[in-house]
């Protein structure tokens, strides 16, 4: 098989754009399209806001003189290979596959006999086959299998991991026949350390599913582990902790203020919403679980009201310090971020907000919140403080003489005043 030439990223996100790199490491000619103008525009200068991958790293690619950011599918003409790597958000709780839709129209365009296609974004089983591919094969004139090739690819990005990145994270490939599979599992293979093939896209869509229904159902077990915990008078976390030891058996997750990315508040209600819209059944654990992540924001606020009823002091009025913002230590991504709920529920109730979080880029902070630095002065001005997100660059020694009291929703502060969810 001749190797592919050209490869074409759509998305130019968290998922995306460490693809690109990795492609033009492995001497692809790679476009990394983009809807969005102003992250097209910082991506050509060489500023990357993807914490993974640096500047150095970003303008290395572009010296190489094969790698284009781009907002035309012009620039996708003649591709050997395109990944599709887009979001795939919830709208009122219902799956929004537009973005999914808009490139395949538009890569339809310049699909070409012999190419190749793979969708990494997350989504329910069956997408590839019963979406993706008519939409390619109307726009092209092509078909499937028989004049262009088709697999998925599920993203098991971390963003922040040191250890586990795309190259050393092993890969789930597939494809709608052996060809497909072939040119998939060809592909990744030259950017990834380790592939793992799969017999269809159903099963590949549904391992990715399933990765973080089983996250999300473990968190959520121990969140309202930890609510009850807090009421019966039990140190939670050292229990966990303690019951991580066990060699067998057990794994440990731990409690937080709600689940943020894309992957956790997102994921599982595709699948069930695929579940209660083909079997007419409802996924309870899943349901159940989203029930519960989606109301620790409310139980921070609650925890923080009675903080501040401690000391003879009412929410309404009061100034509240948030302590990280992104989801995820240290990492600037927002998306569907617990701090950011956090927001308007405090605001609805008179509080006063000032956020801490050197990490979220400006076009991202919220409005009506103040931005400061974490330090001594700042948490003593405060009435009250929530730790988010316990970014490594965070000072949190501030937090052990402070006279401001500190719901640490992480469990990784000291100090007199501080409180653990």
Known sequence: MSEPQKVVV????????????????????VVGLDIDE?????????????????????????????????????????????????????????????????????????????ATVILESTTYPGTTEELLIPILEQGSGLTAGRDFHVGYSPERIDPGNQRWNLKTTPKVVSGIDEKSLERVKGFF????????????????????????????????????????????????????DAAATKPFGFMKFTPGPGVGGHCLPVDPSYLSWQVRQQLGQSFRFVELANDVNEHMPNYVVERLTNMLNDDKKALNGARVLIIGLSYKKNTGDVREAPGLRLLPLLQQRGATLIAADPHVVEHRWPMDVERVDLSQDILNSADVAVLVTDHDDFDLSVISGTTTPVLDTRNVAAGDRVTRL
């Open 10 to 29: 759509i998305g130019q996100g968290y998922v995306g754009l460490p693809v690109a790199m990795r492609a033009v490491d492995a001497g692809f000619n």
């Open 38 to 114: 102003r992250r097209v525009t910082a991506l050509a200068a060489g500023v990357s806001f993807v914490e993974d991958i640096s500047n150095e790293e970003l303008s290395a690619a572009l010296s190489t003189g094969r790698y284009l950011a781009s907002t035309s599918y012009e620039d996708a003409a003649s591709f050997d290979v395109a990944v599709i790597s887009v979001p795939t958000p919830l709208r009122e709780t219902l799956p929004d596959l537009s973005f999914i839709e808009e490139a395949g129209r538009s890569l339809a365009n310049h699909l070409t006999p012999g």
């Open 189 to 240: 293979d030259r950017i990834i350390d380790q592939t793992v093939p799969v017999s269809g896209t159903r099963e590949a869509e549904l391992t990715k599913l399933l990765e973080n229904t089983f996250r999300h159902v473990n968190i959520a077990l121990v969140n309202e582990l930890a609510v009850f915990a807090n009421q019966l008078g039990v140190n939670v976390w050292e229990s966990i």
